[in-house]
């Protein structure tokens, strides 16, 4: 079966701009969770979605936001960028938490 | 809040030599992960343990749970050049004012190993 699909893979922006990633979970997975990841921090929780509902969100501010379709895709998006918001930006989705989650190849940002 | 933490963060290992790294988080789990990261790509899912006392083996390597499931371990016997990447466990954890949970990830330790 197909697995996680994010795109687009590599994207630059410049600061003060804003981007949207799409994330495509694997059919019949209905919750899927987003990760920032940077050299220095490890896997830090953006949010959570399950059946078009944000079920949990992570310390980041609210330029940080996402949505949900009815299709399970999801996309996140980050307004106002900052340089500190180069990272890769990871997808999981799984059938619930207690699962095994299977992530995207991520979304490498650059913010110049 | 949460805290996963791993230690180490980093190890170098010559191939063949054993490497253990470990997870302690500050709650009780209900269950817990681990997941591997190849340099340059991103975490696949490696096993998943729900028992206090669990121990379970894939080949040369061996997870166990601890008794309090609060903490967690991954050995690796005779290590080789394919075990590079970083490992990180991950578990469950109560979203603040929601009632669902999350995944949440450790620190990671970043194994490598020269031939």
């Known amino acids: 079966k197909a697995g996680v699909t994010q795109t687009p893979r590599y994207l630059i922006k410049t600061r003060g701009q804003q981007v949207t990633l799409s994330c495509s979970p694997i059919s019949g997975h209905r919750s899927v969770s987003w990760y920032q990841q940077t050299p220095g921090q490890g896997l830090q929780f953006l949010f959570e979605?399950?059946?078009?509902?944000?079920?949990n969100k992570g310390n980041f501010p609210g330029r940080f936001s996402g949505r949900q379709f009815s299709n399970s895709r999801s996309e996140m998006n980050v307004s106002t960028l900052e340089l500190g918001d180069s990272a890769l930006y990871l997808c999981?989705?799984?059938?619930?938490?207690?699962?095994?989650?299977?992530f995207g190849q991520g979304t490498r940002l650059t913010v110049v | 809040g949460q805290q996963v933490m791993q230690i180490p963060q980093y190890q170098h290992v010559q191939e063949g030599e054993d490497f253990t790294t470990y997870c302690n988080s500050s709650?009780?789990?209900?269950?817990i992960q681990w997941y591997k990261q190849r340099p340059g790509g991103h975490p696949v899912f490696l096993i998943q343990l729900v028992k206090s006392g669990e121990v379970k083996k894939q080949k040369r390597l061996t997870f166990q749970f601890g008794e309090a499931k609060k903490n967690s371990s991954l050995h690796i016997t005779a290590t080789q050049t394919t075990d590079v990447g970083t490992y990180f466990c991950a578990g469950p954890w109560s979203g603040r004012n929601t009632g669902f949970q999350k995944l949440v990830f450790g620190t990671g330790t970043r194994l490598l190993v020269s031939p």
């Open positions: 709650t009780t789990l209900s269950n």
């Open positions: 999981a989705s799984s059938r619930g938490v207690n699962t095994e989650a299977f």
């Open positions: 979605y399950f059946s078009e509902t944000q079920r």
